[in-house]
Antibody, heavy 120, light 108 residues
Framework: EVQLVQSGGDLVQPGGSLRLSCAAS????????MTWVRQAPGKGLEWVAS????????YYVDSVKGRFTISRDNAQNSLYLQMTSLTVHDTAVYYCARDTIGGSGSFTHWGQGTLVTVSS | SYELTQTPSVAVAPGRTARITCGGDDIGDKSVHWYQQKPGQAPVQVISFDSDRPSGIPERFSGSNSGNTATLSISGVEAGDEADYYCQVLDANTAKYVFGPGTTVTVL
């Protein structure tokens, strides 16, 4: 069974940093593209970042480019999102999701979500 | 940047068919994926690549995509189908993944 278990969400002050983690199991993690999606309170889904199998390709929504870094550790079956210079607009539930082998944007499995609150 | 449009809400009686549309320029040339999200839960994919149903998704869910509109249909609607539904595509020109704003389905 595919499982994505997330951790790392917290309350952080504006300007602060946070790292989210997503532990994968039940599939060959190193074979798949992976993605982060977020959802601000009461709002819709917003794609944040995606990464290919060997980290040679990473893509970001414009609003986080230069502040967030997506990475992965295939030996540890883990996906990460390093977030810096956080603003109140980054407050959201963050989901990790498994894409396809080809990175086609079909998010077949999702983590449970982790809440990031940016507030003073 | 590529944008998707969705009707904000759809109300349907039990047993009837709900049709949720997703509009975008030449969306028929792209692969459309659909997600169901119930309150407090993570999204669940209900349709991939325009019309494929993932394992475990009832046959009541179907999808189509042509021209400037993709459609998710839910036949024989049940109370448990009440949720927000999001369409999503990959904009290959910009390597960005785009979600529609979502449609809330209410079962009367």
């Amino acid at each position: 069974e595919v499982q994505l278990v997330q951790s790392g969400g917290d309350l952080v002050q504006p300007g602060g940093s946070l790292r989210l983690s997503c532990a994968a199991s039940g599939f060959t993690f190193r074979s798949y593209w992976m993605t982060w999606v977020r959802q601000a309170p009461g709002k819709g889904l917003e794609w944040v970042a995606s990464i290919n199998q060997d980290e040679s390709n990473t893509y970001y929504v414009d609003s986080v480019k230069g502040r967030f870094t997506i990475s992965r550790d295939n030996a540890q079956n883990s996906l990460y999102l390093q977030m810096t210079s956080l603003t109140v607009h980054d407050t959201a539930v963050y989901y990790c999701a498994r894409d396809t082998i080809g990175g086609s944007g079909s998010f077949t499995h999702w983590g449970q979500g982790t809440l990031v609150t940016v507030s003073s | 940047s590529y944008e998707l449009t969705q009707t904000p809400s759809v109300a349907v009686a039990p047993g009837r068919t709900a049709r949720i549309t997703c509009g975008g320029d030449d969306i028929g040339d792209k692969s459309v994926h659909w997600y169901q999200q119930k309150p407090g839960q993570a999204p669940v994919q209900v349709i991939s690549f325009d019309s494929d149903r993932p394992s475990g998704i009832p046959e009541r869910f179907s999808g189509s995509n042509s021209g400037n509109t993709a459609t998710l249909s839910i036949s024989g609607v049940e109370a448990g189908d009440e949720a927000d539904y999001y369409c999503q595509v990959l904009d290959a020109n910009t390597a960005k993944y785009v979600f529609g704003p979502g449609t809330t389905v209410t079962v009367l």
